[in-house]
């Protein structure tokens, strides 16, 4: 991960820029950099991981226009000769110099041409200009704001805009920003032709571009590793990985000291894989104590996200603290694409498609910015192979009662597309987990919400919740988590477009609590 951050305009005042930028500066420890264009700033923090020599250092510039991008743009080697031969020179081996000649050449349709996970801003020294543009998914992120004279500023996390801009937005995936105004180039979610195929040829398509997807994370000049849940997804992921690596990769395990449902299973999987394994323990301490410090690096009040994130966080530190890793591949995404327990509960094909699409443009300010804010804090970049453009927009487009759980086996396609392969044993193949947040242990969550009811009476619940309008507080879990968000990201709640939720209008999800435990269908999941 790096970190980015423009100020878009002659009336920049560099020591306030200078202190936001510096509180991202753990997602690009190895250099930092601002440069003026003359037009306004543009900061760099550097984490080294593709072309690792000084002359990949960010900003770019080429002829007057700059450039800082978080990203890694994947297959750029044959973009970059592509260039080469149009008399462009290169400087460093960083996948990210190609964006200034091809901007260049392509103006902003470049950004469809893109196949990355990225977000960038640029100066276009020619008409003083800038533009900024995000991956259709939203898997770097990227925020705005405007400040009092409506000067746009631009920067990885919305801490970099705190007291800067009046009201901070998360930049919308699939766009660019251009001339004042949001421009969707994709929108990865929306079904261009509906894929009627039979169910052997859609889990051979799954199977072949799930491979490519994970084959092309791999490519990196630092070490890297795998977060493993023991869960079929992250087990995929380093399945693939492990048949594509010539020596053992290193995986990562996490759960509470007394009731980590997965730990087992990642062990059982790391052995079958024959990999390097680590698990790390977390303790009701570690829990409760982290529990600002979480709030605070994920810039939310959701309560689905800060608990997924509790376990993350802490073993993305320890592998930060005890290792050389830079970069992680995780399982994320996987759930809104094939169904998860509450999907089981769509009462048409359709409203299963329809549910997926909302939660795929959703995932930017939810699963994906946990991943991002936990392994970025810790100086990590993350890859989800899951999110691999090619890879969504197909199951996206596939007839959605073929997605449907008609199966009697939530995602079946997945786990059917690498059956009797010898990928991974047939009981983690085809067992049902618990979600991330229970999985490490029940208890944790357990504990989270008696801290919660710890703080407030019945009274003082109902008072305080009652004072936001915007997705308000429906437990006392929830209002204390929105109390510590509020005090690091004062009236920046519309970030966070509402609570990540089962769909209550269906029957079998009005519930209130996240936790796919509280439906009828949790069953066997994560025992």
Known sequence: M???????????????????????????????????????????????????????????????????????????????????????LFQSGSDCEILLPMYREYGVEMFSMLDAEFACILYDGTTGEYIAARDPIGIRPLYYGYDAKGVVLFASEAKNLVGLADKIMPFPPGHYWKDGRFVRYSDIAAVDAVCRVDLETACKNIQEKLVAGVKKRLVADVKVGFLLSGGLDSSLVCAIAARESAAPIRTFAIGMSEDAIDLKYARQVAAFLGADHTEVYMTPDEVIGSLEKVIEILGTYDITTIRASMGMYLVCKAIHERT?????????????????????????????????????????????????????????EARVPFGDLDFVKYVMNLAPEMKVNRYGKGKYLLRHAFEGQGVLPDDILWREKAAFSDAVGHSMVDYLKEYAVSKYTDGEFESLRRQYDHARPFTKESLLYREIFEKYYPGQAEMVVDFWMPNRSWEGCDVDDPSARVLANYGESGK
């Open 2 to 88: 790096c970190s980015i951050m423009g100020y878009c305009g002659d009336t920049a005042e560099p020591e306030k820029f200078q202190e936001g930028f510096e509180r991202t500066v753990s997602r690009g420890p190895d250099d930092s950099r601002v440069i003026d264009t003359g037009k306004g700033l543009l900061g760099f923090h550097r984490l080294s991981i593709m072309g690792l020599t000084a002359a990949g250092m960010q900003p770019f510039e080429l002829d007057g226009s700059f450039a800082v991008c978080n990203g890694e743009l994947y297959g750029f080697e044959q973009e970059r000769e592509k260039l080469i031969q149009k008399g462009y």
């Open 324 to 380: 050389d890793i830079r970069v992680l591949l995780t399982g994320e995404i996987s759930d809104e694409l094939f169904g998860y327990k509450y999907t089981d509960f769509a009462p048409t094909p359709q409203a299963f498609q329809k549910e997926a699409q909302k939660r795929v443009r959703e995932l930017h300010m939810y699963d994906v910015l946990r991943a991002d804010r936990c392994i970025s804090v810790n100086s990590l």
